[in-house]
């Protein structure tokens, strides 16, 4: 498994990333740099659309479209309006809106079209975030908190578990997951060694494999429903951020990296720094989650 690079470095701090299987393309943003990308795997074509606000994540509608996590808050985005700026935005408010120094950050829809949102301290301080559950109807549930960054959220392949992100304290929950959106039974799932980094964004493959990004530790990881290490792919850049299956038979993993405090010396060592990479695993994942609300709700 070698991987790819498929766009070009210097992302400040690449995340979100999705495969929207109709377009045959992989979307991702640039938190820091306020932008969304789009790569087209038939053309190898690159889109940029800038947005006025840091951006964390980025979730498929089923009615079409996207939910972003902006530094405001969440809102509905329409980016087949414009070929540079986002077209038309609309705001959905929470979580935290009145939560000074707080955003969004990682986020996903599950199989039944709940959205889940992590939020987080922006200058990486204050156990400050949380994670929040919406309904279809835009109604907003409290799911978890006491995190300074939070990450994922990844579900297993019969819904019926949730794993979630303490990034600081390199350690991955899981919790069981009931058919009406209420989570339970909190356990520590992984716990990253010191020299492997820190666990960022992460997505759960067919056979119920846990793949994590490892931010500074050069690496993604698979891990067993047992939180067994399985394999690591090593990658020629450091701060490793998000990864999501894709392509025709969704074999491909996309994963987006940061180029964010790193110096001249060490872009140096490192110049694809930031850049997106694809891996043809041979391993099918799931496709995306898509949120059930829609823009009137929204």
Not at 103 to 118: F, S
Not at 143 to 156: E, L, Q, R
Not at 184 to 189: F, G, M
């Amino acid at each position: 498994m070698t991987p790819k690079n498929i766009s070009p470095a210097g992302t400040l701090l690449g995340e979100g990333v999705v495969w929207i299987a109709e377009e045959a393309a992989v979307y991702w943003v640039d938190i820091k740099g306020k932008a969304v990308h789009r790569h087209q795997t038939d053309s190898g074509q690159q889109t940029t659309w800038s947005v006025p606000e840091e951006i964390g994540c980025l979730i498929p509608c089923r009615a079409g479209g996207f939910v972003a996590g902006l530094q405001s808050g969440l809102a509905f985005i329409d980016l087949s309006l414009s070929d540079q700026n986002v077209g038309r935005i609309s705001p959905m408010g929470g979580p935290e809106t009145a939560v000074p120094g707080n955003r969004i950050n990682d986020g996903k829809a599950d199989v039944t079209g709940r959205l889940w949102v992590g939020t987080m301290d922006n200058e990486e301080s204050r156990p400050s975030g949380s994670l929040y559950r919406f309904e279809a109807d835009g109604s907003e549930y409290c799911m978890d908190t006491n995190y300074v960054i939070t990450n994922g959220p990844a579900f297993s392949p019969d819904g019926k578990t949730l794993y979630h992100t303490d990034t600081l304290e390199k350690t991955i929950y899981a919790f069981d997951l009931a058919a009406d959106g209420s989570i339970s039974n909190k356990r520590i799932h992984i716990v990253l060694p010191d020299q492997q980094g820190w666990p960022d964004g992460m997505t759960v493959d067919a056979e119920g494999y846990l793949w994590v990004a490892h931010f500074g530790g050069w690496r993604v990881s698979r891990f067993g429903p047992d939180g067994t290490l399985e394999r690591s792919i090593s990658l020629p850049v450091g701060q490793i951020t998000n990864v999501a299956f894709g392509g025709p038979n969704l074999e491909t993993l996309y994963i987006t990296t940061a180029a964010k405090q790193l110096d001249e010396v060490a872009l140096a060592g490192q110049p694809l720094a930031g850049a997106l990479f694809e891996v043809e695993t041979g391993i099918r994942g799931l496709p995306p989650g898509r949120y059930a609300g829609t823009p009137s709700i929204i």
